[in-house]
């Protein structure tokens, strides 16, 4: 299953898209929790690798990757439990170059595609050195998903647009991963400038906290990544059927109900 075309075709039949992000390794229940997103109505999950310097998450995704590299997760650990799941919609990764360049651009980028994963999220990879990786990915049919921030210039958003594959994720405001009390003003104007820049689906991510968030997002992009709001109560217990109960209210907002 393609990330690009799944995304598209649920965008152009009327779906506000819903990602969210799960940290692979945290818990041993860490897949059962990729199965109960994607049935509480996920279009994609986005599977964290955990790095030991994950310069772009915040404390709670932070934390998660510390716990999950203390139980000894490995990115070879992760893509072994991706390989046994069968959830319907296409999975992506997330993780740090370091891992990357450390086992070799075209060794990791078609492990991802053994696995069954359809694209990758490499936020500390920046477009001009992106060169290797990304022939690699395409060779070995994995999407790569690029970032734009607020402040990102128009030039620059129109390269990254016509690199990035599978969507646009839109950064929604400058800074780390994390929680957020409310929705950031740059949020629907990177979405704006995202949207007239390409006709790949925009998803917002970064302070999405709250359903009523990601409502308020979904009417300027074409969906959200909800990531630390997951997170927090991944690590205070939750479990898959909390993971459910979350991704399932944001579901609810996205879809008006």
């Excluded at 945290?26 to 955990?50: H, K, Q, S, Y």
């Excluded at 800074?175 to 929705?183: A, N």
Aim: contains cysteine; charged residues 20%; hydrophobic residues 50%.
């Amino acid at each position: 299953m393609n990330l690009g075309p799944h995304l598209t075709a649920r965008r152009d039949a009327g779906a506000s898209l819903l990602v969210p992000y799960v940290t692979g390794g945290l818990g041993d229940d860490w897949a059962d929790v990729v199965r109960a997103v994607v049935d509480a109505g996920a279009d994609a999950v986005e599977i964290g690798i955990p790095f030991s310097d994950p310069v772009m998450d915040g404390p709670t995704i932070q934390a998660a990757s510390v716990r999950a590299l203390e139980a000894g997760t490995t990115s070879t650990s992760i893509l072994a439990e991706v390989r046994t799941l069968d959830v319907g919609v296409p999975l992506a990764v997330m993780t740090y170059c370091n891992l990357v360049f450390h086992a070799g651009c075209t060794r990791f980028a078609e492990a991802l595609h053994a696995a069954g994963v359809d694209g990758a999220i490499l936020p500390d990879l920046p477009l001009g050195e992106i060169d290797e990786w990304a022939a690699a990915a395409d060779a070995a049919g994995v999407e790569t998903v690029m970032l734009a921030a607020p402040n990102t210039t128009d030039a620059r958003l129109d390269a990254i647009c016509a690199r990035s594959r599978g969507f646009l994720y839109g950064v929604s405001l400058m800074g780390i991963t994390g929680e957020r009390d409310s929705l950031a003003t740059s949020a629907a104007e990177i979405a704006r400038r995202a949207k007239a820049a390409t006709d790949l689906p925009v998803l917002l991510g970064v302070g999405i906290s709250t359903p009523e968030q990601a409502a308020d997002a979904s009417r300027a992009a074409d969906g959200v990544v909800v990531g630390s709001a997951l997170i927090a109560r991944l690590l205070d217990g939750a479990g898959p059927d909390g993971a459910h109960d979350l991704v399932a209210a944001f579901r609810r907002a996205l879809d008006g109900d």
